[in-house]
């Protein structure tokens, strides 16, 4: 039987046991774990393992930035003000820069202005303050009077960081920005000294502004916008024309209401109705009057068909029988008709049918009917209808109220019919030069959009000319400083200690985690258990804890001719959780079906196949069995170091004959001892050609005759190519894996040469360096309870 066809999604089921298909199951033992599958719980677990380096990185982090900010980035600031224009209209105001107006007109929007007011001009005088012009000479008188900075790095660029002129921010719900009448001016630096020797020739420098020169300003300004605005109106003429010619030709007066809040002041306040809105209007208008006469025709075509149906005649027959009903001479041989007819039948009861009397009334009844036909025919010709002699009879009270009606819904359809068509030419005409005005708009509303551009543009032009106008005519005012620098104990640093400590906080946390996870990413050992749960489909049968300390043993030596070590006692000194870790592994083991000859293999040296080994032999022996543990690690035995014995001989020397093999049964039936070693002997070069000898497969088999488990140390499986000639042989393996040892790629490799005709070699994995015991039934891969042990196919 298969064992890796009881493997479930990682887990052993109980039907798994009792299958009996030998062919390997086609799924790979590995199962790589993909990042998808990375849960919250793994995250804050891989943080949890490296939070030694993630709290150091996070501590140098936040010292770093500390630092710095006490080096570099803590600086002192204060704020001054500045009265820069009167607080009534008397006194000089300054003027308007004509970059700073050029930048305005430029950016005039395409949409109307908030309102016609015009606004203060602070806002140009904060653009003039902040120009190079007034600051560049600021910065060089302040370099001279502090001849210790260093123009290396205190530049220009710098110095206007560490520089703000702007105005005061507004505390009310409406705000005063533009109309605000004092300026804050706020520098930064590193020392008390060097923000007031700043503000100090910042504000005498400012007070002194030259109002000649502004003035002068005011003027150029003044003959800038006054250009401006006689370019603005030709552009405003030019548009009109385009306006009126493309109306002109497409005979629209404005084709969409679309954009109406921009046209409504270009077109002179023709009202929110456009064409498309009136052809809108009049397609709405005829499709309500064509569904109406919809309605009406299918109500008078149900009218029609039911007259139709009652009469069974065509509307021209039905025609035809309307005017002989009012023909005077039809109807007066009609009665004769009649009349004939009523006699000959009351004749035809009294007399013979061959008396005289009846042939004179047939005679006369033939001819009057004769007569009625010729009428009829007469007035069918007239309406084209065939044969009239079938109309004969339609002369009753109630059939001529038949006709009549039928004949009128004949009509009435027919005028309906002729509206119903008129209407849908109607309609598409409509719709015709809907979608011709529809495309008309676009064109018009870019024209339109243009014209409200310049009107905007010129109504900005005329305030600012105001404004101009005014400023010349005020008189001098003279600004004034409204703050104290002298004050240093007012002046405050532009980062918080608090601020800074919490920034430093959150660095250091960022970095400790980032550090963590790039620490936790870059590690390619499995650290817990379920990272090897996660990349295996095996079930993990048993879990061994960390042990600081072991048993101590104490062996006796048989030596007939071969050296074999017997287990005498043993002093306790591992841990009980440690040993009892081993109990519950043989437990699983038999559960799954242990057989007699059991392999302990891992991917790489150092993982404690040699402990697991040992203890499991200790373990099989204690509850009764008799065991050999043989070292067939060739190249590096190491068995003997774990148990503490010699290694003067052993399976190297049997296998390369050196020694005969042994006759278990005799040379132990006077031994009491359940647990015996075998150890590895003398180290080999070629290991591969003594474990593919036919002396090996022979120990095997006495071995397994002789005793109830043998249990095998091999060598690493990534390494040494023996080991897998080793599992082929043998009827069942045990897989450990340690944590903090085994690497990911390595358990990878050792897996996939399972998947090479191995895999009903393998029971399942032991993990070895656990942080504690974790026995229980529901901590480790589900194992099924009462089930019999069947035997393995090799």
């Given amino acids: 039987m298969s064992l890796d066809s009881r493997y479930v999604n990682g887990s052993l089921g109980a039907e798994g046991l009792l299958m009996s298909d030998p ?19 793994e995250f804050l677990a891989g943080i949890k393992r490296r939070w030694k380096p993630a709290v150091i990185a996070g501590v140098v982090t936040a010292v770093v930035w500390l630092g710095c900010y006490y080096l570099f980035l803590r600086r002192y600031q204060h704020t001054i003000s500045l009265q820069v224009e009167a607080i009534k209209p008397l006194g000089a105001r300054q003027g308007t820069s004509l970059e700073a107006i050029r930048g305005l007109i430029q950016s005039v929007p395409s949409l109307a202005l908030p309102s016609g007011e015009a606004v203060g001009d602070t806002t140009t005088l904060v653009q003039i303050l902040n120009s190079d012009l007034v600051l560049r000479p600021l910065y060089e008188q302040l370099v001279d009077q ?10 220009y660029r710098a110095f206007r960081k560490s520089l703000s002129i702007e105005e005061p921010r507004s505390t009310g719900l409406l705000g005063n920005r533009g109309n605000a009448k004092v300026l804050q001016i706020t520098f930064s630096a590193n020392n008390k000294n060097m923000v007031k020797n700043a503000l100090d020739l910042i504000s005498k420098e400012l007070t002194q502004f030259n109002e000649a020169e502004k003035q002068e300003q005011i003027f150029q300004n003044l003959r800038y916008v006054n250009q401006e605005i006689q370019k603005t109106l030709g552009q405003i003429d030019e548009l009109e024309d385009q306006l009126n010619q493309f109306r002109s030709e497409n005979q629209v007066l404005r084709p969409d209401s679309v954009g109406g809040a921009i046209a409504g002041g270009i077109s002179g306040g023709q009202g929110g109705s456009s064409d498309a809105d009136l052809y809108r209007g009049q397609l709405a208008n ?14 008078t075509r149900e009218t029609f068909d039911t007259l139709n149906r009652q009469l069974r005649m065509s509307p021209a027959e039905a025609l035809v029988a309307s005017n002989l009903n009012t023909s005077q001479n039809y109807k007066s041989l009609l009665e004769k008709l009649t009349d004939a007819e009523q006699l000959l039948a009351q004749e035809m009861a009294r007399l013979q049918p061959n008396s005289p009397t009846v042939r004179s009334l047939e005679e006369e009844r033939r001819l009057l009917l004769a ?4 009428e009829a025919q007469q007035i069918a010709r007239r309406n084209q209808v065939s044969n009239p002699e079938s109309l004969i009879g339609y002369q009753g009270t109630v059939t001529e109220a038949l006709i009549g009606k039928y004949l009128e819904a004949k009509v009435e359809m027919e005028s309906l019919q002729r509206m119903d068509a008129e209407l849908s030419r109607q309609i598409d005409t409509v719709r015709a030069e809907l979608n011709r005005i529809v495309r008309l708009a676009n064109p018009y509303r870019k024209i339109e959009q243009r014209m409200a551009a310049a009107q905007q543009s010129l109504q900005l032009l005329l305030q600012t ?3 101009l106008q005014l400023q010349i005519a005020q008189q001098d005012f003279t600004w004034r400083l409204l703050s104290d620098i002298e004050d240093t104990e007012q002046y405050t640093t532009t980062m918080r200690l608090l601020v800074a400590l919490a920034i430093a906080l959150v660095l250091g946390g960022v970095s400790g985690v980032v550090l963590a996870l790039l620490l936790e990413l870059l590690d390619a050992r499995f650290l817990e258990v379920d990272q090897v749960r996660q990349n295996t489909r095996l079930p993990i049968v048993g879990q061994v804890p960390i042990a600081s300390e072991f048993d101590q043993y104490s062996f006796s030596r048989l030596e007939a001719p071969l050296t074999l070590w017997g287990l005498q006692h043993h002093l306790a000194g591992a841990t009980p959780a440690f040993k009892e870790s081993f109990y519950f592994l043989l437990s699983h083991l038999e559960q799954l079906g242990l057989q007699r000859s059991l392999a302990i293999t891992s991917a790489q040296a150092g993982e404690g196949r040699s402990t697991i080994a040992a203890y499991m032999a200790l373990a099989a022996a204690a509850i009764g069995k008799r065991v050999l543990l043989i070292d067939a690690n060739l190249r590096q035995p190491g068995l003997h170091q774990t148990l503490g014995i010699a290694n003067t001989s052993g399976l190297a020397d049997l296998l390369i004959g050196a020694f005969p093999l042994p006759e278990w049964s005799s040379l132990l039936s006077a031994q009491t001892e359940r647990l015996w070693v075998l150890t590895a002997g003398q180290p080999q070069q070629e290991p591969m050609t003594l474990l593919s000898s036919d002396a090996w497969h022979a120990l095997l088999d006495a071995a397994n005759a002789a005793f109830d488990l043998v249990i095998i140390d091999t060598a690493p499986l990534v390494s040494f190519a023996e080991t897998n000639r080793l599992l082929a042989r043998v009827e069942q393996s045990l897989f450990v894996v340690r944590l903090g040892k085994t690497k990911r790629d390595a358990f990878a490799t050792a897996l996939k040469e399972y998947d090479l005709g191995l895999k009903d070699k393998i029971l399942g994995i032991v993990v070895n360096g656990t942080a504690a015991a974790k026995q229980s039934e529901a901590e480790i891969s589900p194992i ?10 090799t």
């Fill in 286 to 299: 005829l499709l309500k009057i064509k569904s109406e006469n919809d309605s009406k025709l299918e109500f």
């Fill in 371 to 374: 007569q009625l036909k010729q």
């Fill in 146 to 155: 502090n001849p210790d900075l260093d123009l290396q790095t205190y530049t």
């Fill in 784 to 793: 099924p309870s009462r089930i019999t042990p069947v035997a393995v196919n």
């Fill in 23 to 41: 062919e390997p199951h086609s799924e790979s033992l590995l199962q790589p774990i993909t990042a998808d599958k990375i849960t919250i719980g």
């Fill in 465 to 467: 000319r105001q404004s």
